[in-house]
């Protein structure tokens, strides 16, 4: 029910009211309250209808129609993933590549680094393409998760400096994230062995990722790698490097 109308409703309510009240007293004042109330809607039906008015010039409404159509789908082009849903879609990959145990806990807050040794922009400058031949990739025969694996001392020599540069903003974004267990599903009971995750980078193409694991027991206790993932002919593929042991 529009405004108007529920106005108009308490109205001849309200009239009916003070006339039936003037014809028990037949009392001048009620009848000149009624006058009065008269009066008093016409008005405000009046100011209601000019702020409703249609006679909105044409252009003007085309104008505010097409921006806001342009604005609405550049916003969606440019607004940031802040459910982190690649995130964690991408997590199912990692979790059937590299046979994670969901029976195991997990440790909220991510390894803050790719690598134990150096800063995420100089490992990263280490994958940085250049005309070198890289070894070939040996399939490991997991075709139920269609990825293959490589342990080697270097990774591949894969990424841009626009894709280093994307992913080094990418963590600086992603500076107070957390994992959300409930999106992923280990046991955080366990305190016996539990994952350690950095956050998982994309390229600009989303087709190679960059994160590390650490798989750990109590005390000096456990092992951790770093991985990087590369999606070819729809398949991922992984190659894990550095891996060390307590």
């Known amino acids: 029910?529009?405004?108007?109308n529920l106005f108009n409703i308490r109205y001849i309510a309200l009239v009916i009211y003070i006339k039936e009240r003037a014809?028990?007293?037949?009392?001048?004042?009620?009848?000149?309250?009624?006058?009065?109330?008269?009066?008093?809607?016409?008005?405000?039906?009046?100011?209601?209808?000019?702020?409703?008015s249609e006679n909105k010039p044409v252009t003007e409404a085309k104008l505010y129609a097409d921006t806001?159509?342009?604005?609405?789908?550049?916003?969606?082009?440019s607004e940031p993933d802040t459910s982190n849903q690649a995130i964690y879609n991408f997590m199912k990959v990692v979790i059937a590549?590299?046979?994670?145990?969901?029976?195991?806990?997990?440790?909220?807050?991510p390894q803050p680094n790719f690598d134990l040794s150096q800063d995420d922009q100089t490992f990263l400058n280490t994958m940085l393409i250049d005309n070198?031949?890289?070894?070939?990739?040996?399939?490991t025969g997991n075709w139920v998760n269609t990825t293959s694996t490589i342990s080697?001392?270097?990774l591949n020599k894969c990424l841009t400096k626009p894709d280093i540069k994307f992913m080094l903003e990418q963590k600086a974004r992603l500076k107070i994230f957390s994992w959300d267990n409930s999106r992923l599903g280990f046991n955080l009971n366990n305190r016996k062995n539990?994952?350690?995750?950095?956050?998982?980078?994309?390229?600009?193409d989303k087709k190679k990722v960059v994160m590390m694991i650490r798989n750990l027991c109590p005390g000096l206790c456990g092992t951790g790698w770093t991985i990087l993932f590369e999606k070819e002919k729809g398949e991922w593929t992984s190659q894990a490097t550095g891996q060390w042991y307590h």
Request: with cysteine; aromatic share 8%; glycine share 4%.
């Open 68 to 77: 806001t159509t342009k604005d609405h789908i550049e916003h969606l082009i």
């Open 132 to 139: 070198k031949k890289e070894d070939i990739q040996v399939d």
């Open 1 to 4: 029910m529009s405004q108007a």
């Open 152 to 154: 080697s001392s270097q």
């Open 23 to 52: 014809d028990a007293k037949t009392s001048k004042e009620a009848n000149r309250t009624m006058k009065k109330l008269i009066y008093i809607p016409i008005v405000s039906i009046s100011l209601l209808g000019c702020g409703q």
């Open 97 to 109: 590549d590299q046979k994670l145990d969901l029976n195991y806990g997990l440790t909220l807050e």
């Open 194 to 204: 539990w994952y350690v995750f950095s956050v998982p980078v994309f390229s600009q």
